[in-house]
């Protein structure tokens, strides 16, 4: 049962954070997060959908999460950005491709709820204590390597993105900034709560 309670936890983590970070994307013209602006960039300028970026990515920092704290990679950890790329291509031609928002109000609207729901989603699938996405694993090999709060290290990764996708004329905006600095916070705002219910429920069953 207790194996069950973390596979939700991860499942319905996963799929909030990535609804959320779809909402980011469909108003990406006043700017989205630093790692999906790299992702967009990447598609634009590559091709593959954004969610194939997003596994490719995180390909590449399982080797650096393994050289930031000098252990072997998490190979595991690649299971669980397939599952991230897969559904962000999931929300993003299911939902968000079908209506557009113009007005401003709506998408600075659409931009501060997306955050709150990755900041949700993510402090839900963090308890499954599942194999993370490189990503999160990034934000957490800098936690232990500089030894910073969650809410440092993951504004620090989101900076680490950003330079390469400024490069590649990403869709950066204000709303990059926003994002850049308010996820972390986000993530840790709603972090203790989800930590005692899954504590809570572990307890139960």
């Not at 934000?139 to 590649?168: D, Q, S, W, Y």
Request: proline share 3%; glycine share 8%; with cysteine.
């Amino acid at each position: 049962m207790k194996f069950f309670i973390r596979l939700l936890f991860f499942i319905f983590g996963l799929s909030i954070m990535t609804f959320g970070v779809c909402m980011t994307i469909e108003v990406a013209d006043i700017g989205v997060g630093a790692w999906d602006a790299l992702n967009v960039a990447l598609t634009e300028k590559v091709g593959l959908s954004v969610g194939k970026w997003v596994m490719i990515d995180g390909a590449v920092l399982v080797i650096v999460n393994s050289l930031l704290v000098r252990r072997r990679p998490d190979l595991l950890s690649l299971l669980t950005i397939i599952f991230i790329g897969s559904l962000v291509d999931f929300w993003l031609v299911t939902v968000f491709d079908l209506f557009t928002i113009e007005q401003f109000i709506a998408k600075l609207g659409m931009l501060l709820m997306g955050i709150l729901i990755i900041g949700i989603g993510a402090a839900i699938y963090l308890q499954a204590k599942f194999p993370q996405s490189p990503i999160d694993n990034f934000m957490l090999a800098i936690k232990e390597r500089l030894h910073v709060n969650l809410m440092t290290a993951k504004t620090l990764g989101e900076i680490t993105a950003l330079v390469p996708a400024f490069f590649l004329k990403g869709p950066i905006s204000y709303g990059t900034i926003i994002i850049t600095f308010t996820v972390g916070p986000a993530i840790q705002l709603f972090f203790p709560y989800f930590e005692k219910l899954m504590k809570k429920l572990q307890a139960k069953y």
